[in-house]
T-cell receptor
Framework: DQQVKQNSPSLSVQEGRISILNCDYT??????FLWYKKYPAEGPTFLIS?????DKNEDGRFTVFLNKSAKHLSLHIVPSQPGDSAVYFC?????????????FGKGTKLTVNP | GAGVSQSPRYKVAKRGQDVALRCDPI?????LFWYQQALGQGPEFLTY????????KSGLPSDRFFAERPEGSVSTLKIQRTQQEDSAVYLC??????????????FGDGTRLSIL
């Protein structure tokens, strides 16, 4: 039973355009959500997060949107750059349960074409 | 550097051997996590420490897996009598505070374990 789902294994966009990566979750106890970026042979790098008391968080070119009623979040990258090409993981946790473990999706491979 | 450091980066072992993987978290970070990442999958939680206390080991797949953090800093993940299905990348992460903190976890580059 996959609690965090990234249904698009891959996404290709042109440089300068918007990249939208999507993530769905099933566990209503999740209240903290994160996006990580991963290059080959490196560990995941933290990008941006959002807690369930917000519906939007912005950091430079990166914006995360949270729709709690739909149990859906998305990451927008504007404008996309070739260096953004990587695998993006959505992750979620429940801060109420004692353990801060993250539950990850399977990732979406983003390719930004020059 | 100031990031999470893992060693070795690569480990090859024969089936049945024991292995030990090391993690040096970011200095001062209270929480430490181990994850296992299979090819083409997202990381999956193994275990969690707050200082030296192991608060959650629900993700450890069998009693062959053991983790410790005796002084609340460096951690070791040990796998006994390795099997081929243990082949994966093992990731360590740390975060600055414990509890309901909404603090991101910062990851090391992982140890790629291959069991022959």
């Amino acid at each position: 039973d996959q609690q965090v789902k990234q249904n698009s294994p891959s996404l290709s966009v042109q440089e300068g355009r918007i990249s939208i990566l999507n993530c769905d979750y099933t566990n209503s106890m999740f209240d903290y959500f994160l996006w990580y970026k991963k290059y080959p042979a490196e560990g995941p790098t933290f990008l941006i997060s959002i807690s369930s008391i917000k519906d939007k968080n912005e950091d430079g070119r990166f914006t995360v949107f949270l729709n709690k009623s739909a149990k859906h979040l998305s990451l927008h990258i504007v404008p996309s750059q070739p260096g953004d090409s990587a695998v993006y993981f959505c992750a979620a946790s429940s801060t109420q349960g004692g353990s801060e473990k993250l539950v990850f999706g399977k990732g979406t491979k983003l390719t930004v074409n020059p | 550097g100031a990031g999470v450091s893992q060693s070795p980066r690569y480990k090859v072992a024969k089936r049945g051997q024991d292995v030990a993987l090391r993690c040096d978290p970011i200095s001062g970070h209270v929480s430490l996590f181990w994850y296992q990442q299979a090819l083409g999958q997202g990381p999956e939680f193994l275990t969690y420490f707050q200082n030296e206390a192991q608060l959650d080991k629900s993700g450890l797949p069998s009693d062959r897996f053991f983790a410790e953090r005796p002084e609340g800093s460096v951690s070791t993940l040990k796998i006994q009598r390795t099997q081929q299905e243990d082949s994966a990348v093992y990731l360590c992460a740390s975060s600055s505070v414990g509890g309901a903190s909404n603090q991101p976890q910062h990851f090391g580059d992982g140890t790629r374990l291959s069991i022959l």
